[in-house]
């Protein structure tokens, strides 16, 4: 299975780093990818990567063998040309620190993911160096708003961020606030929000919670903010209408899951209200 990671400037002499890697495979007529952000640790040959999460996955079926291998080859392609590198060795699943005698501490927030929708197709139409202009202002405008509403940075997921809320009220109009400041870029993005427990161990946040953010995220389309029941039902009297999604399995989560649409008149609304 090829394995690519996006190497930023200078990024390849730096250690500590958070990137993204893809995973290309074939199977007779079946490709399948996967991809999610990673923690790069050390330089040169003595460089270990990491999955920071659970990494996303998709099966695409092609009919043919040869369709698959033109797919697989365009895929690799892709990378290539878009500040990838071909990466060694295996992906680990992210390192937990050791914690000796002490529990673990617990947190509750709202999770925020945010990312953005066709960015492969946008970094291909625009070249290098236009895509790095357009993410570091994507990525300052992130950052404005969750400074605007408290948001807390966990970590970034090559062309996305996780953040964590004190409320889930904050973690809505955040993500509608980023949502519109994007547009301006000519991006769109996709946002899933999610309220639960986790634990904290240093730098190291782990939890179900993350998982089922990130898998909301994956349901929701271009422009949309997706949320749990659990961030709905927090939020009754906030003022923020939200449409029925439909109920969903979301890959790799116990059970299904209803999730709702946050509706954007409703977040206009809300404005001025407790927070």
């Known amino acids: 299975m090829p394995k690519f990671l996006r190497v930023g400037v200078h990024q390849s002499n730096v250690s500590g780093y958070t990137s993204k890697a893809w995973c290309v495979r074939r199977v007779g007529s079946t490709v399948l990818l996967k991809w999610g952000a990673v923690e790069v640790h050390g330089v040169g040959d003595g460089r270990k990567v990491y999955w920071v999460l659970p990494p996303r996955d998709k099966t695409i079926r092609c009919g043919t063998v040869q369709r698959a291998k033109d797919y697989a080859k365009t895929a690799i392609t892709r990378r290539r040309s878009h500040r990838y590198e071909l990466l060694a060795g295996t992906i ?20 925020l993911f945010v990312d953005i929708v066709r960015s492969t197709e946008k970094a291909a139409r625009l070249g290098d160096a236009r895509w790095t202009q357009v993410m570091n202002h994507y990525y300052a405008a992130v950052r404005k708003e969750l400074k605007t509403l408290r ?15 004190v409320t889930p009220v904050a973690g809505v109009r955040c993500a509608t606030a980023i949502r519109e400041a994007v547009r301006t870029l000519g991006l769109e993005i996709r946002v899933g929000l999610h309220a639960g427990e986790y634990k904290v161990s240093g730098t190291d946040v782990v939890g179900l919670a993350f998982h089922i953010g990130a898998r909301i995220t994956a349901k929701a389309a271009a422009g949309e903010v997706l949320v749990s029941s659990a961030v709905k039902d927090l939020m009754s009297e906030s003022g923020i209408r939200f449409k029925n999604h439909g109920v969903h399995q979301l890959k790799g989560v116990p059970e ?3 999730l709702f649409r946050v509706e954007h008149k409703g977040v206009l609304q809300s404005k001025g209200r407790a927070r």
């Open 256 to 258: 299904r899951w209803r």
């Open 92 to 111: 680990a699943a992210r390192r937990r620190t050791a914690v000796r005698g002490a529990e673990l501490e617990r947190a509750l927030a709202t999770i």
């Open 151 to 165: 948001g807390k940075e966990v970590v970034t997921t090559g062309d996305g961020l996780l953040a964590t809320f």
